[in-house]
C-alpha cells in the first residue's frame, strides 16, 4: 500500500495567518491527490482534487499543489470557520490511502 | 441537495454480523460510483469497498476480503454493506462516500460522505 505522510500532526496558527501542510507519498501517485477537511462529530468535506482543483463551493483561500510525491494545502488567510483536521487521499493505486491527519488549533 | 443517510451501526459480538445502509437523494444514484470508509475512534481515515454504477465492478481492502460484501440497489437508491466475521479491529464510524464523477480511475475522490454509523465489535 502506498504511505502517506503528513506534516505537521497538528499545528497552532492564528486567524489571518498563512499555513501550509504538507503530504508525501511513498511512491510517484502523479497528481492523484485529494485533501478533505473534518471537523469534530462531522463527516469529512472534500475541498481539493487531483492535487491543485478547487471543489465547488470550497473559498479561494484555499489552494493546493504539487505532483509525484510532494503535496501542500496552503490557507492563504486562516478563518476561525479553518481550525479542523486535514486529510490528504491518493487515489492512483489500490487500495486508496490517506495521510494520518494534520490537526489545526487556534493559537 | 445531495443526501447521505447511514443506518445499521451497533454493539456486536466477534465473530456477529451486521448490514449497514445508505439510503441516497438529491442526485441520480445509478449515475455514480460508491464507497465505504470508516475511522476508527480517535483516529484516520481508511478505504473499505468501492461499487461502480452497475454494481458490476468491486472492490475491497485486504483486511475485510471473504467478510464484506459492498452491493447497491439503483431502484431503492441505497448502498449497503454486509459485515460477517466481525473483529475488535473494525470497530469505527463507518461512512458512505460517493465516488467524484468524471475521474481518470474507477476509485476516485470522495465527493459527498452521509454522517456515518458506529459500529462497535466488542464482547
Known amino acids: 500500500d502506498i504511505q502517506m505522510t503528513q506534516s505537521p500532526s497538528s499545528l497552532s496558527a492564528s486567524v489571518g495567518d498563512r499555513v501550509t501542510i504538507t503530504c508525501q507519498a511513498s511512491?510517484?501517485?502523479?497528481?492523484?491527490l485529494n485533501w478533505y477537511q473534518q471537523k469534530p462529530g462531522k463527516a469529512p468535506k472534500f475541498l481539493i482534487f487531483d492535487a491543485s482543483n478547487l471543489e465547488t463551493g470550497v473559498p479561494s483561500r484555499f489552494s493546493g499543489s504539487g505532483s509525484g510525491t510532494d503535496f501542500t494545502l496552503t490557507i492563504s488567510s486562516l478563518q476561525p470557520e479553518d481550525f479542523a483536521t486535514y486529510y490528504c487521499?491518493?487515489?492512483?493505486?489500490?487500495?486508496?490511502?490517506f495521510g494520518q491527519g494534520t490537526r489545526l488549533e487556534i493559537k | 441537495e445531495v443526501q447521505l443517510v447511514d443506518s445499521g451501526g451497533d454493539l456486536v459480538q466477534p465473530g456477529g454480523s451486521l448490514r449497514l445502509s445508505c439510503a441516497a437523494s438529491g442526485f441520480t444514484f445509478s449515475d455514480y460510483d460508491m464507497n465505504w470508509v470508516r475511522q476508527a475512534p480517535g483516529k484516520g481515515l481508511e478505504w473499505v469497498s468501492y461499487?461502480?454504477?452497475?454494481?458490476?465492478?468491486?472492490y475491497y481492502r485486504d483486511s475485510v476480503k471473504g467478510r464484506f460484501t459492498i452491493s447497491r440497489d439503483n431502484v431503492k437508491n441505497s448502498l449497503y454493506l454486509q459485515m460477517n466475521s466481525l473483529r475488535a479491529e473494525d470497530t469505527a464510524l463507518y461512512y458512505c462516500?460517493?465516488?467524484?464523477?468524471?475521474?481518470?480511475?474507477?476509485?476516485?475522490?470522495?465527493?459527498?460522505w452521509g454522517l456515518g454509523t458506529l459500529v462497535t465489535v466488542s464482547s
Open positions: 462516500a460517493r465516488g467524484q464523477s468524471g475521474s481518470y480511475y474507477e476509485v476516485s475522490a470522495f465527493d459527498y
Open positions: 461499487i461502480n454504477r452497475r454494481g458490476d465492478t468491486i
Open positions: 487521499h491518493q487515489y492512483h493505486h489500490l487500495p486508496p490511502t
Open positions: 511512491q510517484d501517485i502523479r497528481n492523484f
